[in-house]
T-cell receptor, first 111, second 114 residues
Framework: GENVEQHPSTLSVQEGDSAVIKCTYSDSASNYFPWYKQELGKGPQLIIDIRSNVGEKKDQRIAVTLNKTAKHFSLHITETQPEDSAVYFCAASWYGNKLTFGGGTRVLVKP | DTAVSQTPKYLVTQMGNDKSIKCEQNLGHDTMYWYKQDSKKFLKIMFSYNNKELIINETVPNRFSPKSPDKAHLNLHINSLELGDSAVYFC?????????????FGPGTRLTVT
């Protein structure tokens, strides 16, 4: 089955700096890679996703890159703000929409 | 509001009891899921239903039984609750079609078994 590893587990950045979270996956058949943001006491919120036919996708301050050869994908957050503080999860999927999640990254943006 | 909703938000019960969690989505999706998030925040899929039919059934004790009365609802019934069942349970929904299979999650149900 699919295995997704996510690094780092915690990330502390100064407000205005960039944050990068990296994930690797094991199953080369995976073709869909979403990122979720989870705030305390809430459900995961889809913030951006990328499919295997695309190498990069950007939405305002967030971007995701995918390297299918190396089987890794990354989330980039620029100009971080305090409201970006949350737990971020990457995931991978290839069959029946079964998402396999990484272990999560706790991001703290310090004002 | 268009969303995935779950009830109850909190559920505290004793070992051995039977309980149910309900989920509803009004996003027009045809596929719904149950995920379990443990105390270390790890998220793992349990079940998936497409148009009321089970399509994903992970290695979950058979004390857990999902039921989908229609494609907008997916309930989770748990028999003989154990301490290890304590977790946050999330419902999600999506289209099955690969090109638009983004999954949207509900707010979660925190189950505490004492």
């Amino acid at each position: 089955g699919e295995n997704v590893e996510q690094h780092p587990s915690t990330l502390s950045v100064q407000e205005g700096d960039s944050a990068v979270i990296k994930c690797t996956y094991s199953d080369s058949a995976s073709n869909y890679f979403p990122w979720y943001k989870q705030e305390l006491g809430k459900g995961p919120q889809l913030i951006i996703d990328i499919r295997s036919n695309v190498g990069e996708k950007k939405d305002q301050r967030i971007a995701v890159t995918l390297n299918k050869t190396a089987k890794h994908f990354s989330l980039h957050i620029t100009e971080t703000q305090p409201e970006d503080s949350a737990v971020y999860f990457c995931a991978a999927s290839w069959y029946g929409n079964k998402l396999t999640f990484g272990g999560g990254t706790r991001v703290l943006v310090k004002p | 509001d268009t969303a995935v909703s779950q009830t109850p938000k909190y559920l505290v019960t004793q070992m051995g009891n039977d309980k149910s969690i309900k989920c509803e989505q009004n996003l027009g999706h045809d596929t719904m899921y149950w995920y379990k998030q443990d105390s270390k925040k790890f998220l793992k899929i349990m079940f998936s239903y497409n148009n009321k039919e089970l399509i994903i059934n992970e290695t979950v004790p058979n004390r857990f039984s999902p039921k989908s009365p229609d494609k907008a609802h997916l309930n989770l019934h748990i028999n003989s609750l154990e301490l290890g069942d304590s977790a946050v349970y999330f419902c999600a929904s999506s289209h099955l079609e690969e090109s638009r299979n983004e999954q949207y999650f509900g707010p979660g149900t925190r189950l505490t078994v004492t």
